[in-house]
């Protein structure tokens, strides 16, 4: 953790989800609550299709709701792409770009990583920019290296700590059972955030550094635990509430 920096729980659904998963939601914004949501902030990233009826649930509790991708553009002919300001009139506040999924499956680079990024910001949101490396990078030594290419290509120069979230997620860690050891991810923590301290100044200490990768409630004590890692950014085990709640709880203990 990061003195003086409000951690973030953040789920994301990927392609899952169908209306009858909005119970899962329902069940999540009823368990985020005060004190320890004073301190720690939620956060699920529904498919598109739910977004709007998710925000409606969420009128009443902390849970924030945002999205899984954006356009770099407001508008314009781009069939099937959602834009920033469409995510923020639906009253979403947050959105992922540059997930590894997103760079591998649909070729989106850093560049436009980037843009994608400047255009969250222009429509008030927050964006979670996520980056990583391979399991080849790492085995030759270069995942630092990659990670401070990212960072420098894909975090836009506008960027401050209230607007952006850094997401580190090893993509050879995602979905695979595999996590990193403790001071593999502190490792890659102090790197980044000594990165973007350089760059950013006092924004670049107080911008949240999440990990994602693997992360459920046996390991999350430990990881959350990390100094530099401000939160996680979870996959699977957000799909269900008492998996997401049980980590989000994690900071209970980390906090007392």
């Known amino acids: 953790m990061t003195p003086d920096v409000r951690p973030l729980v953040a789920g994301n659904w990927k392609m899952n989800g169908m209306r009858a998963s909005l119970d899962q939601i329902k069940a999540i914004a009823e368990g985020v609550r005060p004190p320890l949501s004073d301190k720690v902030e939620a956060l699920i990233c529904p498919p598109t299709t739910l977004l709007y009826v998710a925000t409606a649930l969420c009128t009443d509790s902390p849970l924030a709701i945002g999205a899984q991708d954006c356009h770099q ?6 069939t099937g792409d959602i834009s920033a300001e469409m995510i923020a009139d639906c ?3 947050y959105v992922i770009v540059g997930h590894s999924e997103r760079r591998t499956d649909h070729a989106e680079t850093d560049h436009l990583v980037r843009a994608k990024a400047e255009a969250a910001f222009a429509a008030g949101l927050t ?3 996520c ?5 080849d990078e790492r085995r030759t030594g270069q995942a630092l290296d990659v990670i401070k290419r990212q960072l420098s290509a ?3 120069d506008g960027a401050t700590a209230e607007r952006t979230v850094i997401a580190y997620e090893p ?7 595999v996590t990193p050891t403790s001071g593999d991810v502190e490792k890659a923590h102090a790197f ?3 990165e973007l301290v350089a760059r950013f100044g006092d924004d670049g200490r107080k911008m949240r550094l999440l990990y994602g990768g693997s992360v459920k409630p046996a390991n999350a004590h430990e990881l959350m635990g990390i100094a530099n890692v401000d939160g996680a950014l979870i996959g699977g085990a957000s799909l269900k509430a008492a998996d997401f709640l049980a980590i989000y709880r994690a900071y209970e203990a980390l906090l007392a």
């Open 73 to 78: 553009n407001p508008s314009g002919a781009h």
């Open 171 to 177: 993509i050879w860690a995602i979905g695979t059972g």
């Open 91 to 93: 009253f979403g506040t």
């Open 154 to 156: 894909s975090v836009p």
């Open 192 to 194: 980044m955030r000594a």
């Open 127 to 129: 964006a979670i920019i």
């Open 131 to 135: 980056i990583g490396e391979t399991a």
